[in-house]
Structure formats: C-alpha cells, structure tokens
C-alpha cells in the first residue's frame, strides 16, 4: 500500500499570501495524484488531477507540480474562501490512498 | 455532465446490515469502474473498494478493514453500484461516497450517512 504523507498538518495563512501543501507517497504515484479541498459538511471537491491539470471551474491561482514521491499544491493568492482542509490521493496503485489532510487556517 | 445520487444510510445496530446504492448518470455506465469511498466523523477519508466493468472481469476489490464484510454489486440495467455493508461495526460510521473516473477526472456524489450504533 502506498502511503501518502501531507505536511504539515496545520498552515496558518494570510488572505492574500501564498500557502503550499505538500504530499509525499512512500513510493511512486507516477502522475496520478489528485488535490480535493473540503470544508465542512461538505463532499470533497476536486481541485487537481493528473497532478498538474486543475478541474473544471477551479481558479488559476490553485496549481499543483510534481511526480514520483513529491507533489505540491500551491495556491497563490489566499482568498477567504480557500481556507478549509486540503488531501491529497494516489490512484496509481490499489488499494488507492489519501493523506492525511492540510488544515489551511487563517492567520 | 456526470452525476452520483447516494442512499440507503441510516442507523444500524452493531452486527446488522445496510445496503447502500449510487445510482449513476451522465456518462456510459457499463464502461466505467464505480468506487466507494469513506469518512468517519472528524476523520479523513479511506477507500473502501471498487467493481470493475463486466468487460474487466466485475471483479471487485476491497480495503482490510472491510473485507469479508462488504460487497459491492452492480445492475448496469438500472445504473447503479450497490455497497451490502454486512456485519456493521461502530467504526463504520461514515459517510459514505460514490466515486468515478469516467470523465477522466474524479467526479463525486454528495454522500449518505451510516451511522452505526446500539
């Protein structure tokens, strides 16, 4: 089983500053990482697919970059809607696994 | 436009039995794999398993801690992926999700809550 690893756990984030999340897998995910934010009583939503491509109606200023073990999800400009719980999933090998989750919480 | 439409939770005894479903629309059904996916309460979220096309077999896979214990099925005739949750613990209180990959990314249903308790 693949282990998927987020740090940190809890990022405290200006509106308007930059936050990025990482995601580590414990061995390689190939491209096949997705992003999801969720805020509470909510269904996660799909932010990032492929690792790179962003999913419809999503904003420019989320991007994600990497491949292997290493993923990164950068959100360049924090809105205040963008502060929620952010989890990264390998679907490269079942059984397909999700970190842990980023809190991104306003500073 | 993809959707996943849930139900079938609701309370249950420790040891019963629920059946969930994730009826399907917006793309070919019979082509594409059906994955259900969990979250207990303040918790993260876990797959719990997934059924193959009938062209890929049908065959399922499940994670551990529901092996054994949960069944996935599905009706193609009627769109939907059924999750027979046998033999319930309380740590299967979840919210339970639908999930597929036919648009080539992730699409998501809203959810159905189990909870399971005496």
């Known amino acids: 089983e693949i282990v998927m690893t987020q740090s940190p756990a809890t990022l405290s984030v200006s509106p308007g500053e930059r936050a990025t999340l990482s995601c580590r897998a414990s061995?390689?995910?190939?491209?096949?990482l997705a992003w999801y934010q969720q805020k509470p009583g909510q269904a996660p939503r799909l932010l990032i697919y492929g690792a790179s491509t962003r999913a419809t109606g999503i904003p420019a200023r989320f991007s994600g970059s990497g491949s292997g073990t290493e993923f990164t999800l950068t959100i360049s400009s924090l809105q205040s809607e963008d502060f929620a719980i952010y989890y990264c999933?390998?679907?490269?090998?079942?059984?397909?696994?999700f970190g842990q989750g980023t809190k991104l919480e306003i500073k | 436009e993809v959707q996943l439409v849930e139900s079938g939770g609701g309370l249950v005894k420790p040891g019963g039995s629920l059946r969930l479903s994730c009826t399907a629309s917006g793309f070919i059904f019979t082509d594409n794999y059906i994955h259900w996916v969990r979250q207990a309460p303040g918790k993260g979220l876990e797959w719990v398993g997934h059924?193959?096309?009938?062209?890929?077999?049908?065959?399922?896979d499940y994670t551990a801690p529901v092996k054994g214990r949960f069944t996935i099925l599905r009706d193609d005739s009627k769109n939907t992926v059924y999750l027979q949750m046998n033999s319930l613990r309380i740590d299967d209180t979840a919210i339970y999700y639908c999930?597929?990959?036919?648009?080539?990314?992730?699409?998501w249903g809203q959810g159905t809550l189990v909870t399971v308790s005496s």
């Open positions: 059924i193959k096309t009938k062209t890929a077999g049908g065959t399922t």
């Open positions: 061995q390689s995910a190939s491209n096949k």
């Open positions: 999930t597929t990959f036919a648009s080539g990314w992730w699409d």
């Open positions: 999933q390998q679907y490269n090998n079942w059984p397909y696994t």
